[in-house]
């Protein structure tokens, strides 16, 4: 039904970090290194908190393209690594596919670089597929604005939702009674500001 509001849950959501590489990292220009650094740590921190599945995938190692960036690994250490000797796709290379299936969710939150090929393909695939899609805008790079919103309007065109990892954060935790200090420590250790408003609640207790 179009305009249904899919809600995502931490029961039935799974993270692909896709091709968050040393060499990709380059590329991304629609976000500052600091910035965009920031909000992929972010997107991993949260799938730790609400114990998400996360698949990482790599394209290409052995090429320009590079390693996965070593944060992420240190951060998700039981997270499967897909390595795609030449897939661009991913969604093309049957072990990425295998990973995801064995997840047995159905929501499917997706970031990676670069936004228009290494996010876009896997999501419209993923959505063919009879997958919800939900794309981290913040934490999927390219480079420059009208690529980026090129592949925001064709994969929103197809059915995929476009979030802010703080979006899905709040989406996912529902409501504050849940964890005031749990959720409060994540959006604290991203949004600087943020840290301002945990530390004035924590003094008036």
């Known amino acids: 039904?179009?305009?249904?509001?899919?809600?995502?849950?931490?029961d039935t959501a799974a993270v692909l970090m896709v091709d968050?590489?040393?060499?990709?990292?380059?590329?991304v220009q629609d976000f500052s290194p600091g910035e965009f650094k920031n909000n992929v740590l972010a997107?991993?921190?949260?799938?730790?908190?609400?114990?998400?599945?996360v698949i990482l995938s790599t394209s290409f190692e052995n090429g320009p393209n590079g390693p996965l960036v070593p944060e992420l690994k240190e951060m998700l250490p039981d997270a499967p690594l897909i390595a795609r000797p030449g897939q661009i796709n991913a969604w093309d290379n049957d072990d990425f596919a295998?990973?995801?299936?064995?997840t047995g969710r159905k929501q499917l939150i997706i970031a990676g670089i670069v936004t228009e090929v290494c996010v876009a393909f896997p999501a419209l695939s993923a959505i063919a597929a009879g997958y919800?899609?939900?794309?981290?805008?913040?934490a999927s790079g390219t480079f420059n604005e009208?690529?980026?919103?090129a592949a925001w309007a064709r994969m929103a065109a197809a059915g995929a939702q476009m979030m802010s990892w703080f979006s899905v954060a709040c989406e996912l935790h529902r409501d504050w009674r849940n964890d005031v200090e749990g959720l409060g420590k994540l959006l604290s250790d991203h949004i600087p500001a943020y840290r301002n408003l945990m530390t004035s609640y924590v003094a008036r207790k």
Request: proline residues 2%; glycine residues 4%.
């Open 146 to 149: 009208v690529t980026r919103y």
């Open 20 to 27: 968050h590489q040393s060499g990709l990292v380059s590329l």
């Open 1 to 10: 039904m179009a305009g249904e509001y899919k809600r995502l849950s931490k």
């Open 43 to 53: 997107l991993a921190d949260l799938a730790k908190y609400f114990k998400l599945p």
């Open 98 to 102: 295998a990973a995801i299936k064995k």
């Open 132 to 138: 919800e899609v939900f794309v981290v805008t913040d």
